[in-house]
Nanobody, 122 residues
Framework: QVQLVESGGGLVQPGESLRLSCAPS????????MGWYRQAPGKQRELVAT???????NYADSVKGRFTISRDSAKNTVYLQMDTLKPEDTAVYYC????????????????WGQGTQVTVSS
């Protein structure tokens, strides 16, 4: 059973940085539209940053200029560099991807990671 595995969360002070990573736990054929979402207590899950299927990026307005999404396509890994963190960035961060397990059939399924906690507090 393939899963998306996130790492890199933790507790930091305002203004500090963290880097999240996400990769599939097993062998896959390819991953597309990889990205990050977050959910704060009492709030709905929201988009943070993603790659589109065409390879461009989308960012939430609240993180533009502070967060950077990147990827290693050879490793099907996506990263989220988070700089100048603020207390309002505190949330569980989830990785999402459209994964194609095999060459055939050509079928992508939606996968989510288990989430990693990011806490920004002084």
């Amino acid at each position: 059973q393939v899963q998306l595995v996130e790492s890199g969360g933790g507790l930091v002070q305002p203004g500090e940085s963290l880097r999240l990573s996400c990769a599939p736990s097993g062998n896959i054929f390819s991953a597309n539209a990889m990205g990050w979402y977050r959910q704060a207590p009492g709030k709905q899950r929201e988009l943070v940053a993603t790659f589109t299927s065409g390879g461009s990026t989308n960012y939430a307005d609240s993180v533009k200029g502070r967060f950077t999404i990147s990827r290693d396509s050879a490793k099907n890994t996506v990263y989220l560099q988070m700089d100048t963190l603020k207390p309002e960035d505190t949330a569980v961060y989830y990785c999402n991807a459209k994964i194609r397990l095999y060459a055939f059939p050509v079928r992508y399924a939606d996968y989510w990671g288990q989430g990693t906690q990011v806490t920004v507090s002084s």
